[in-house]
Each structure stands twice: as structure tokens, then as C-alpha cells.
T-cell receptor, first 111, second 113 residues
Framework: GENVEQHPSTLSVQEGDSAVIKCTYSDSASNYFPWYKQELGKRPQLIIDIRSNVGEKKDQRIAVTLNKTAKHFSLHITETQPEDSAVYFCAASGRTYKYIFGTGTRLKVLA | DTAVSQTPKYLVTQMGNDKSIKCEQNLGHDTMYWYKQDSKKFLKIMFSYNNKELIINETVPNRFSPKSPDKAHLNLHINSLELGDSAVYFC????????????FGPGTRLTVT
């Protein structure tokens, strides 16, 4: 069935360093890949997304890359700040229009 | 100016009871969703409605019954609550049925004792 694997499960970086979170999806028909940030006790918030006809998308310090051949996509956060600390979820959506979420990455940015 | 709202925020109840969670969105979206987030933070789709029509119905116990009176509202009724139903339930909405750009509500933390 449809599956999204996400790594790492936890990630600690020093403030100012970069963070990379990677996801792999199983359904080759997936064509939409959003990333959500969830702070403790809060709702998941959409931070960036990418569609299958694009290889890379940037929004200030955040970028997402997609490799359709390998069925990989990644979130890159540059110049990390303490407020970037949260759980990040990737998701994939395709023919069934439903999100299959990854298992989440807990990012800690150490000041 | 809350986009997606849910009530109640917290719900503590005993096993065997029946409870409802309500969701409303003022974004003008026509598709709404229910997700369950368990204690390990796994997020899983439960149901989706597009213009009041059920379009996604995952494998959930039939004790869970969604209802959409109109496209701005989606409620979730749970019968005969069990300990394993304890979780955070999120409502979400999107424009169109393709599921792109889903916006989540604040969540309802359900605790079954």
C-alpha cells in the first residue's frame, strides 16, 4: 500500500546551521508533496509544498527538493533559529487525493 | 478571523460514552477532513467530505460517523468510546477535492478514561 518513510526521527542542530529532513514515498502516482510544521500542542501548519512537475522550490530559508525517479523528497532549512524547533511532517498525495504522512522529525535547534 | 475552528478543544469522558466533535471553516473551501494523531504523533486520515459528499472513508471502526450538514461544517460523532480512541483529532479543509493545501484546525484532545 501507500507508504511514506521519513528520516531522521530526531535531529539536533546548532543555531545557524542547516537541517535536512528526508522522505521516501512508495506510490509512483504521487504528485503533491507538502511539508507541515507542528509546534508542541499546536496544529500542523503548511510551510512549503512541491508538485511533481517541479524539482525544487524555495521560500526564504526553506527549500524542498524532489527526485521523482528515486521517489525521494527533502526539506532543507538554512540558518536555523530556535523558533524552527518543532516536529516536521512530510506527506505525499496522488491518485486517491489523500495525504499519506511520514512519521515526523523532531527538530531541536540549540542556541 | 479563525480559519478552521474546532470544538471542544479538550474532551475527557468515560468508556462507553458517545461524544461529538464539531468543525467549521470560513475559508470558502469545499473539502473537509478528519485526521487522528495518536500518542506517537502519527497523523492518519479518517474521512473526507467534498460538498457534503463522503469521498474518503478509511478503515476506521463504524463507531465513528462523520456528518457534513454543509460544506463549511464537518462533525465527528463517536459511539461507545474506547480507551484506544484517546488521541488528538484534527479537522482540516482545502479548496477542491484534490487535497492540495490543507489547512488544519487547532485539534481536539480526546481522553477516554
Amino acid at each position: 500500500g501507500e507508504n511514506v518513510e521519513q528520516h531522521p526521527s530526531t535531529l539536533s542542530v546548532q543555531e545557524g546551521d542547516s537541517a535536512v529532513i528526508k522522505c521516501t514515498y512508495s506510490d509512483s502516482a504521487s504528485n503533491y508533496f507538502p511539508w507541515y510544521k507542528q509546534e508542541l500542542g499546536k496544529r500542523p501548519q503548511l510551510i512549503i509544498d512541491i508538485r511533481s512537475n517541479v524539482g525544487e522550490k524555495k521560500d526564504q530559508r526553506i527549500a524542498v527538493t524532489l527526485n521523482k525517479t528515486a521517489k525521494h523528497f527533502s526539506l532543507h532549512i538554512t540558518e536555523t533559529q530556535p523558533e524552527d524547533s518543532a516536529v516536521y511532517f512530510c506527506a505525499a498525495s496522488g491518485r486517491t487525493y489523500k495525504y499519506i504522512f511520514g512519521t515526523g522529525t523532531r527538530l531541536k535547534v540549540l542556541a | 478571523d479563525t480559519a478552521v475552528s474546532q470544538t471542544p478543544k479538550y474532551l475527557v469522558t468515560q468508556m462507553g460514552n458517545d461524544k461529538s466533535i464539531k468543525c467549521e471553516q470560513n475559508l470558502g473551501h469545499d473539502t473537509m477532513y478528519w485526521y487522528k494523531q495518536d500518542s506517537k504523533k502519527f497523523l492518519k486520515i479518517m474521512f473526507s467530505y467534498n460538498n457534503k459528499e463522503l469521498i474518503i472513508n478509511e478503515t476506521v471502526p463504524n463507531r465513528f460517523s462523520p456528518k457534513s450538514p454543509d460544506k463549511a461544517h464537518l462533525n465527528l460523532h463517536i459511539n461507545s468510546l474506547e480507551l484506544g480512541d484517546s488521541a488528538v483529532y484534527f479537522c482540516a479543509s482545502s479548496l477542491g477535492s484534490s487535497g492540495i493545501e490543507q489547512y488544519f484546525g487547532p485539534g481536539t484532545r480526546l481522553t477516554v478514561t
